[in-house]
Nanobody
Framework: QVQLMESGGGSVQAGGSLSLSCAAS????????LGWFRQAPGKEREGVAVIYTEGDKTLYADSVKGRFTISQDNAKNTLYLQMNSLRPEDTDMYYC????????????????????WGQGTQVTVSS
């Protein structure tokens, strides 16, 4: 059984940093992709960053390029999202997700290509 659990959210002032973690269990380490999404109330879930479990290829939404870094520690079965230079518009609920099959073009564009989701962690950035 696959389980994902996020931690590390909180409140920070604009320009500050936060680091999110996602503890994963039951995931295959071959051929899968892990991602971070975010969602505000009443809005669609938005892809933020993706990492391939094999090869460490990463993808980022244009809105976070140069500010956010996704990484993984396979030994600890943990996914990370380092968020720097945070802006008020980064305020959202952040979710980690796992896709058993990496559907390249859709990984940042469609939440429904992911098979498993965490419960989310809130990030609030004040101006």
């Amino acid at each position: 059984q696959v389980q994902l659990m996020e931690s590390g959210g909180g409140s920070v002032q604009a320009g500050g940093s936060l680091s999110l973690s996602c503890a994963a269990s039951g995931l295959p380490h071959t051929g899968s992709c892990l991602g971070w999404f975010r969602q505000a109330p009443g809005k669609e879930r938005e892809g933020v960053a993706v990492i391939y479990t094999e090869g460490d290829k990463t993808l980022y939404a244009d809105s976070v390029k140069g500010r956010f870094t996704i990484s993984q520690d396979n030994a600890k079965n943990t996914l990370y999202l380092q968020m720097n230079s945070l802006r008020p518009e980064d305020t959202d609920m952040y979710y980690c997700a796992a896709a058993a099959v990496c559907r390249g073009y859709y990984l940042l564009r469609r939440a429904d290509v992911y098979d498993y989701w965490g419960q989310g962690t809130q990030v609030t950035v004040s101006s």
